[in-house]
């Protein structure tokens, strides 16, 4: 009997065995008129598959059928598993399918814009063709995204998207076991929630109105309604104006929000178990993804600590500051600088990952809570991976006049977001959280350099389509 088998879960134990497999062709090899290569390809995985012309299974019109398909049409194949006498080179699989019978069950067009082969190779590959004078066909991020479908093909690629499940699996599943409940905010809201003028506009039924910007006012005002411990998944939009490697004008935040008993490193504790959970999980259940990004894009494993190292800003700006790079005590870190400070935490405490705690009142967000012994510092933090942040968090304030008050300050109509600020006035326990971005947690894990990787079909300055 033939059973339908993963391209992924072919191997020397099923030698001898009829298989029926689905792929796409990933390669097409004539040899003569009597045998052919096809290399078939599902997922991660590839497999050979080898065409013999013999008296019994296989003609030369089947051949010949074989070689004239055109790449990425996909296949149904029906063969017999061996194991070859010397090791395949270029597949995952290490044992060949001898084709007994095969069906074209989609044809693509013959010329694609993308050959995956070209889209799959990684730096090394294109070195190495330099010294032998090989001509090798690069294939540009533009071109990549316009043909997103094609280039999401790619073996890196395939991993990544199901690294970044995972992620979002072990956020949730962490926060559950820790009794948060999971809401959804509306993504049409009022006004500006981040202050800044970074928003979408539309036009609500007559009145203006926009996309969030993030959950951070109905996710306090769902602790203002009496749950103790919430988080969310869902899109966030910013109208970025910079078009950089790490900016999208939509992305996947995590966002979590939580009463505090006595402390904002409460917030802090959930951040460390969270991460260093999904780190390890990542690394354990994950090696097939991880190999799969290493092959093209190779990077070092992140290196974190059992327990998540805690700084202060004013440490990070002191330990700047002794390796000649001076930051206004009281300004914000540049992404040059916040770069540079990872490299240095790195050197002394050797992690890539960390928090930095107490960042001036000046430069954090209006609804964000003083620290009770030096008002100009705020009970807030950001978190690091290789430098780069993925996380801002903090205390908020969660009495009405001061939120008011400090509403004002930072420059914010009042009467714009009364309905939150008056959701302090029925009596609102003290509480903090934070906001992840989904898409840099997977760039930054695998050190990829631009979040456009990250995005099934990244939203930038210039990108609305595909
Ligand atoms: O630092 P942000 O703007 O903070 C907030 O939205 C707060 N409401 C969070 C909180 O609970 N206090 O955004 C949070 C995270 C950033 O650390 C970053 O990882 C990601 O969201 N992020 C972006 N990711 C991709 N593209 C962008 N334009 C991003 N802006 C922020």
Not at 32 to 57: E, G, I, N, P
Not at 69 to 90: A, C, T
Not at 324 to 339: A, F, Q, R, V, Y
Request: glycine share 6%; with cysteine.
């Amino acid at each position: 009997g033939r059973e339908w088998t993963e391209v992924g879960d072919l191997g020397a134990e099923k030698a001898g065995r009829t298989v029926l497999i689905r792929g796409a062709a990933q390669a097409i090899r004539p040899v003569s008129k009597k045998m052919a290569f096809l290399v078939l390809r599902q997922a991660m995985s590839t497999v050979q598959c080898v065409l013999v012309a013999d008296a019994r299974h296989v003609s030369p019109h089947m051949v010949k059928f074989a070689t004239a398909l055109s790449k990425e049409s996909i296949l149904d194949v029906e063969g017999v598993v061996s194991v070859p006498s010397q090791p395949i080179k270029g597949t995952t699989q290490q044992v060949e399918v001898q084709v007994r019978k095969l069906y074209c069950i989609n044809r693509a067009i013959p010329n694609l814009p993308i050959n995956i082969e070209d889209a799959a190779r990684s730096e090394a590959e294109f070195a190495k063709a330099e010294l032998t004078g090989e001509q090798l066909v690069r294939v540009g991020q533009d071109t990549r995204l316009n043909n997103r479908v094609l280039d999401l093909r790619t073996p890196a690629n395939q991993a990544i998207f199901r690294i970044q499940c995972q992620v979002e699996h072990i956020f949730k599943q962490f926060l559950l076991s820790k009794d948060f409940v999971g809401i959804h905010t509306p993504k049409l809201i009022s006004g500006s929630s981040e202050g800044g003028a970074a928003v979408f506009k539309l036009d609500y039924k007559g009145q203006p109105a926009c996309l969030a910007q993030s959950p951070q006012l109905c996710k306090q005002m769902a602790i203002c309604g009496g749950f103790g411990r919430v988080f969310e998944v869902g899109p966030v939009f910013r109208a970025e104006d910079s078009y950089t490697h790490r900016h999208l004008c939509e992305f996947v935040g995590l966002d979590v929000e939580m009463e505090i008993k006595e402390h904002y490193f409460e917030v802090c504790d959930i951040v460390d178990r969270l991460f260093v959970e999904m780190f390890d999980h990542l690394s354990k259940n994950c090696k097939r993804e991880l190999e799969a990004i290493n092959r093209q894009y190779p990077f070092e494993p992140l290196k974190y600590l059992p327990k998540t190292l805690r700084l202060t800003y004013e440490e990070g700006i002191q330990m700047l500051k002794e390796a000649g790079t001076e930051i206004e005590p009281m300004g914000d870190l540049n992404t040059e600088s916040e770069k540079k400070l990872g490299w240095l935490v790195r050197q002394k405490y050797d992690t890539d990952f960390y928090i930095l705690c107490r960042y001036p009142l000046a430069v954090r967000p209006f609804y964000t809570m003083p620290c009770y012994d030096d008002p100009a510092y705020t009970n807030s933090f950001d978190v690091f991976i290789r430098g780069e942040e993925i996380i801002s968090g903090a205390q908020r304030i969660h009495t009405p006049e001061l939120l008011a008050k400090r509403a004002e300050a930072c420059g914010i109509d009042v009467k714009t977001i009364s309905t939150y600020i008056d959701s302090f006035k029925y009596g609102a326990p003290p509480h903090g959280g934070f906001g992840v971005g989904l898409e840099r947690v997977v760039m930054l894990f695998c050190a990829l350099n631009n979040i456009r990787k990250t995005s099934m079909f990244p939203r930038d300055p210039q990108r609305l389509v595909p």
